[in-house]
Every structure is written in C-alpha cells, then in structure tokens.
C-alpha cells in the first residue's frame, strides 16, 4: 500500500514512490550510477570535495575507502547524497562488461595505498579507472581522472533529495557567514 497523499509505482515486484528518481532503488541502491557523498569536515571548507563511488548494474556501491580497502555494498562516508546515471548500453556496453569493469578496478585498488591527493590512489581514480575499463566515452577525448569527474559531479551531479543539498552547501555557507560577520 502506498503511504497516504503519495503516488506509488511498482517496479521489479518493488513499491516506490512515483516523486522518487529513477536511479534510486530501496535500500538506497543506485544501478549504474556514480555516486558521490561529502567528507566533513573537508566538504564545509570546500563544498566540492567530496567521495565517490560507482554502482554495479544491480545497484551495489563499491569504493576505494582506503588502504588496500574496496568496500562492496556500502558506502564509506555515509549514504550518496549526489548521482550521476550512466547509461552504458546507449554507448554500446553490455551490462556484464560494465559489472566486470566496476569489479576490475576495485581488484586493482586493492592493491593501491589510499592518499586523498594524489591522482592515481583515491576513490576518484577507482572510479576513472573502471570507467576507462569499460571504455566509456570520454569527454573531449581527455581520459577519465579525479578532476574530470570531480567537475563532472559538482556541475552535473543530481541530488538524491534537498536535505543533501543542505548536507553539501550548509556548512560552507555558515562558515562563509561567520566569516563574513567576524572580519566582513
């Protein structure tokens, strides 16, 4: 049954709710999907940094969460509060080399030492890496990289709901805020 004053839709034997997106699937599964959450307190100092992760077809988040870790399932940070849908058959991919791209890069990043700034050892590049795996079109021709998706994200990027939105912007704007009243 669906909760009162809301339209619901039934998918896959599921019910959601009709104002949902479509990439969220209950329990917060987002199938082909970067997804993207902030580090507090990073992310109030500077509002686009941020982890991301990339989803499998069947929902499942992986991200490189730290040394020689993948998680599988959840998401290090907290619930993706941003989401990017990709859509890999549009560009001729099939769901199995995605999924075996995603689980590629994370065996890979098993291997790796986690450092935030550098470009080759942090979520941004586990997910650059699965997608140059899969081979998805690049933009501009530029190879997939941390600042390419931290761009891509922060330009593009959807919200899950406003109150991420607020997760994202609140902290940055109150700093601003303070900083404005003590020294403006």
Request: charged share 15%.
């Amino acid at each position: 049954n669906c909760p009162a004053g809301e339209a619901c839709m039934e998918e896959d034997g599921m019910l959601l709710a009709a104002s949902a997106p479509p990439a969220i699937r209950p329990p917060l599964q987002y199938p082909l999907c970067i997804v993207w959450t902030p580090i507090h307190p990073i992310t109030a100092f500077l509002p686009f940094v941020g982890h991301l992760g990339i989803a499998t077809s069947h929902g499942e988040i992986t991200d490189f969460a730290g040394p020689y870790t993948v998680n599988k399932g959840r998401f290090a940070f907290g619930d993706p509060t941003r989401y990017i849908q990709l859509d890999p058959k549009r560009h001729g991919i099939s769901l199995s080399a995605y999924d075996a791209a995603v689980e590629q890069a994370g065996t890979e990043f098993k291997r790796r030492l986690h450092c935030i700034v550098l470009p080759h050892s942090n979520c941004h590049s586990h997910v650059a890496l699965a997608l140059e795996n899969m081979a998805y079109p690049r933009v501009l021709g530029v190879r997939w990289n941390m600042v390419l998706l931290a761009a891509w994200v922060t330009l593009f990027g959807r919200f899950t709901n406003t109150a991420a939105a607020a997760l994202q912007f609140a902290p940055f704007c109150v700093l601003v805020l303070l900083a404005y009243l003590l020294w403006g």
